[in-house]
Structure formats: structure tokens, C-alpha cells
């Protein structure tokens, strides 16, 4: 069973940085799943934001994010992380990893970790 914890996330001044985490269980180094972040603001329905891959590390993201927003992953900690540069009011939401297998949908999803840009 996949397993993911967010941590990382407040609230914070427009332009600020914050990293969130994603702690991941029940995966080996040559699983094939995708680990990928979304968003859910307040009325709206949940979005994309980045995407690593878990045994080969290639990303992508989507527009509203990607000259600002990082994914990575330490191997040895089995941790996802979103560095969030250049934070906007409308980043605020409820940040949530997920894990798929390749291809697949996101079958396992954390609880989530709340991100406030104030301006």
C-alpha cells in the first residue's frame, strides 16, 4: 500500500518561497508510478500543478507553475518535494501529493497541507 504525508506548507507574503514535502511509503526505487502534486482553492476543482517521475525522475508541470515551482526527489529519503518560488495570491489552496502507477490515475493521496499568499 502507497502512503504519502505533506508537510511544509503556511502562510506567507506574495514573492515569498515556501517547500512543501511529500513523505512517500510503499514504493521501491524501480516502481513505476508518478508522484504528482495538485491544488484545491476554495469553489474550485482540484488541479495539476507538477509531476516527477518515481524511478526515473523526468518532471513536467503545468503553465500556471512552471517558471516558479520545482519538483524533485531524494531517493534516500523517499521524499517528494515543490519548491514554490515567486508565490501569488491565487497559489493559495490545499496542497495534496499523489501516486500513480505510469499512465494510470492517482490511486493514493495524502491529506493534504495548506498554502495561504497573502498580498
Known amino acids: 500500500q502507497v502512503q504519502l504525508v505533506e508537510s511544509g506548507g503556511g502562510s506567507v507574503q506574495a514573492g515569498s518561497s515556501l517547500r512543501l514535502s511529500c513523505a512517500v511509503s510503499g514504493l521501491s526505487p524501480s516502481s513505476r508510478y508518478q508522484v504528482g502534486w495538485f491544488r484545491q482553492a476554495p469553489g474550485l476543482g482540484r488541479q495539476f500543478v507538477a509531476r516527477i517521475s518515481w524511478s526515473g525522475g523526468s518532471t513536467s508541470y503545468s503553465d500556471s507553475v512552471k517558471d516558479r515551482f520545482t519538483i524533485s526527489k531524494d531517493g534516500i529519503k523517499n521524499t517528494v518535494y515543490l519548491q514554490m518560488n515567486s508565490l501569488k495570491p491565487e497559489d493559495t489552496a490545499m496542497y495534496f501529493c499523489?501516486?500513480?502507477?505510469?499512465?494510470?490515475?492517482?490511486?493514493?493521496w495524502g491529506q493534504g497541507s495548506q498554502v495561504t499568499v497573502s498580498s
Open positions: 499523489a501516486a500513480a502507477t505510469m499512465g494510470g490515475p492517482y490511486d493514493f
